[in-house]
């Protein structure tokens, strides 16, 4: 099988760069529309890594646009119906960015990210070995690590500015963020998105531990899931033929590189460590093969 080629950064001549996120290349369109371009860089720890994942940026869409499509009746999502030749018309930035690009309406981002946990694991496990709760939820005594929870919980986080941490906070301290009535919203329907995609997962034999939502708001007011939904870099996916309570299971997302880097004398500050080829060899496969069983 061809390995597939690695975009670090994309570059088009014809659309304004808005911003380079931690993996996404924005640009503006018009006054409703952005680009989103799904590069292979990877952000560890808030870091962007020097090195690229092949073809992670094509996996990541892919999977969302699947998601996107699969929990409509749930939410809308920010996709537009305006086709990426009519955008970008010259074909090869065209080809540059084929597979990985998206087009969709500008909304306003909420400023809190939406994080739901079923497993006990990562920074949940952390905190909930020190306190029995997670986020100031409180759970059970005697779980173990990577335990399913009675049920899925809700730890909301503010947004941080790319090289700065996200901060988790309480349900209650998103209330003043968003009003109680848009709060409550995101995180009834944050619980749903993540129960039936964790079901549908199982089947196909990934468990999704945990993962993280964003929302935007049109003009009007209403209510629209953006970035991406349910992927290898903003969840936790688990093999369940390899899943064990007690131990961190092996992994189809970046966790993976962030066990490699825990074994590193790094103090997960800028700049990011350089990645031996093995390790994002390894990776990109490991999102194929993710991709491929939600898909197929």
Not at 134 to 159: F, H, M, N, R
Not at 177 to 200: F, H, N, P
Request: hydrophobic share 35%.
């Amino acid at each position: 099988m061809t390995a597939p080629s690695a975009l670090f950064e994309s570059s088009l001549s014809q659309l304004k760069l808005r911003t380079r996120g931690k993996v996404r290349d924005i640009y503006e369109v018009d006054d409703e529309h952005l680009l989103i371009v799904t590069t292979d860089r990877l952000s560890a720890f808030d870091v962007i890594l020097p090195n690229p994942i092949p073809g992670k940026g094509q996996v990541l869409t892919s999977v969302s646009n699947f998601w996107f499509d699969k929990m409509r009746s749930v939410i809308p999502n920010h996709l537009s119906t305006l086709s990426l030749e009519s955008i970008v018309p010259n074909a090869e930035e065209r080809a540059q960015i084929e597979g990985r690009a998206i087009i969709v309406k500008k909304l306003n981002p909420l400023p809190v990210e939406a994080i739901v946990r079923g497993y006990l694991i990562g920074s949940g496990w952390k905190d909930y070995q020190k306190s029995g709760s997670v986020c100031g939820i409180e759970l059970p005594k005697g779980l173990q690590q990577a335990q399913q929870l009675p049920e899925a919980i809700y730890t909301p986080s503010t947004k941080a500015a790319v090289g700065d941490h996200d901060e988790n906070i309480p349900f209650a301290e998103t209330i003043p963020l968003l009003g109680e009535e848009m709060a409550t919203r995101v995180r009834d329907i944050s619980i749903k998105l993540y129960t039936e995609a964790a079901e549908y997962a199982k089947q196909r034999g990934i468990i999704i531990a945990d993962t993280k939502f964003e929302f935007g708001l049109d003009a009007q007011g209403e209510l629209f899931l953006i970035d991406e939904a349910l992927t290898p870099d903003s969840s936790r996916f688990w093999p369940a033929d390899q899943y064990q309570v007690g131990i961190s299971p092996p992994s189809f997302d970046k966790q993976f590189i962030r066990d490699y880097l825990e074994t590193l004398d790094w103090d997960k500050t800028a700049p990011g460590p350089e990645l031996p080829e093995e390790i994002t060899t390894t990776s990109s496969q490991k999102y194929q093969e993710a991709m491929h069983k939600l898909l197929d």
